[in-house]
C-alpha cells in the first residue's frame, strides 16, 4: 500500500502570487471517501475574496510580465510547471485519491495526462506567436487588413471533483497558453491537488496574479465568479442544474460561457465482434473506471440480442474479477464514490430501478468485506425500459443499464433516446456500419471499438443538454482569444460619401 501518511499541505487561497486567508476566515473539512475521516481543511472563498483575485487577475494582465508576454515566453511557464508535476507525481498522486477515492494507479495516470496537457499547451502558445497576427487580403487598394488572436481577458474557470486536477488543467494549461489571467474555483468536494498547483506555480516564478486558485463552496466561491462583471468568461465543467445558474448569471451581463455538463452516454455492441473479451473490457472500462464518476461513462449498454446471453456472462466473469479495496491498494481497480451525498445518490438510483422494476444482475451494494467508506459494488442492470430512470438520468457512480436490439435501426434509435449528448461508442467490425453510426450518433465524441481514450489534440464536449463549447486541442485554446480585426484605410483620395463642404 502507498503510503497513507502523505501530509495534507493546510493552504490558503492562493492570489496575486501569496497565500491568503479568505476574509472571512472559514475553511472547510477535506474527508477521505476512502476511511470516511477528515483529513485536512481547505480555506473557503466568498464574494470578497472573489473580487480581491479579479483585481490581482486584472493588474496581471495590465503588468508587462504577463501581459505583454510572447506565446514563447508563456511557454516556458507551461513546461516549467509540467516539470514540477512529473517531480511532485508520486506526492500529487497520493494526495489526489485521499482526496477523491480515486485508485492511485488512475491518479498517477492523471497525473501524467496533466503534465502532457500542459507541454500541449505549451508548443500552441509557441505557435500562436506566429498566428497572433494574420494579414487578410481584400484585394482592395485603398484597405489594409489584419486579423489578431488576443487574450480574452479574465476568466473564470470552474470544475467538477471527478478528476480534481485534471479537468482543472483542460482550462488552466490553454488559458494560460493564451495569455489570459485566470481563476480556478475547483470543487469543494476535492480541492487538495488543484490548491498545490498554486504552490507549483509560485516555486516556478508563474508573474503574480496569472493563476489565482479560489477554494470554496459553489454558490458562495463560484456563484460571484459567475456573476462578477469584470471576469470576461466561465468556463464550467459540472452537472446540469449547476450550468444553467452559471449560464443563468453570465446572461445578466452577456458573459460568454462554456459548459462541458454530464452525460448518458451508449456503448452499442454488435454480434459481429470477433473477440468477446475484448469488447467486454472496454465496456467495463467505460462504466467503471473512476468508479464510474466520468461525465462520458458509457453507462447504457446497448448489445444485439443474439449475443446478449453471451455477452452478459463475458461481462460478469469480467467484473467478479475487479479488486475492490482501498485506493491505495496495489492492484484496486474499484475504489469509493467520491462523498457520502453521491454515495446516497448513486445506491438511490440502484433501489429506484428495482422499483421500477429491474433486476440487478449482479453488485447493487455496499461490498461485504468493506465496513467503512463509501463504496459501491460494481453493478449491472438488466430488464430495463426507456421510461425507466436509470435508463434516463445520470449516475456518475459504477452502474451500467442494459437493453437489447434487433436491428441496427433500432439500436441508433435507443442510442439516441437521450436528453445528453456528451459521447457514444460502437463496437462491430463492419467499417461501414460504424461510419452509419458516427454519423447517427448526435454526441461530441464518437469512440469506435474502445470507450473513453482521450487525446490533449481532441476537441471534448458535447451536444444537447451535454453543453456547449470545446475543452481540450486548438479548440481549447481559441476559447480563450478574443479574435480582432483590424481594418487600415491605405488611400491618399478623400473617401467621398459625403459632398464636401469645400466645394460649394
Ligand atoms: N462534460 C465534462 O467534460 C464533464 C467532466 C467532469 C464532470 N462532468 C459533470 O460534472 C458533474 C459532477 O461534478 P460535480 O458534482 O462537481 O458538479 P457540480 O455542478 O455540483 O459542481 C461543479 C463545480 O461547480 C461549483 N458550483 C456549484 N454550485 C455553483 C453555483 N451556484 N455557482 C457557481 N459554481 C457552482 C462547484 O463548487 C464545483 O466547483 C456530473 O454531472 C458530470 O457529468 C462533466
Ligand atoms: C477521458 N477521461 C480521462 C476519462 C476524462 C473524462 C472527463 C470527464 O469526466
Ligand atoms: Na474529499
Redesign the pocket.
Known sequence: MANRNVPIPRRQLYIGGEWREPVKKNRIPIINPATEEIIGDIPAATAEDVDIAVEAARKAIARDDWGSTTGAQRAKYLRAIAAKVLEKKSVLATLESLDSGKTLFESAADMDDVAGCFEYYADLAEALDSRRKTPVNLNSDSFKTYVLREPLGVVGL??????PLL?AI?KVAPALAAGCAAIL?????ASITCLELGEICREIGLPSGALNILT????E???P??SHPHVDKIS????????S??MT?AAQLVKPVS?????KSPIVVFDDIDNLDIAAEWTLFGIFANTG?????TSRLIVQESIASAFLDRLLKWTKNIKISDPLEEDCKLGPV?SAG?YEKVLKFISNAKSEGATILYGGERPQHLKKGYYVQPTIITDVNTSMEIWKE?V?GPVLCVKTFKTEEEAIELANDTKYG?AAAVMSKDVKRCERFTKAFQTGIIWINCSQPTFNQLP???KKR??FGR?LGEWGLESFLNIKQVTEYTSAEPWAFYKSPSRN
Open positions: 470552474i470544475t467538477p471533483w471527478n478528476y479537468m483542460w474555483k475547483p470543487s469543494e468536494l470554496g463552496l459553489g454558490p466561491a463560484g456563484g465568479l459567475a464550467f465543467t459540472g452537472s446540469g442544474p449547476t450550468g445558474k452559471i448569471a459548459l462541458e455538463l454530464g452525460g464518476q466520468v461525465c462520458s461513462a467520491v453521491q445520470e456518475f456528451l471534448w464536449g458535447g451535454s453543453g475543452d
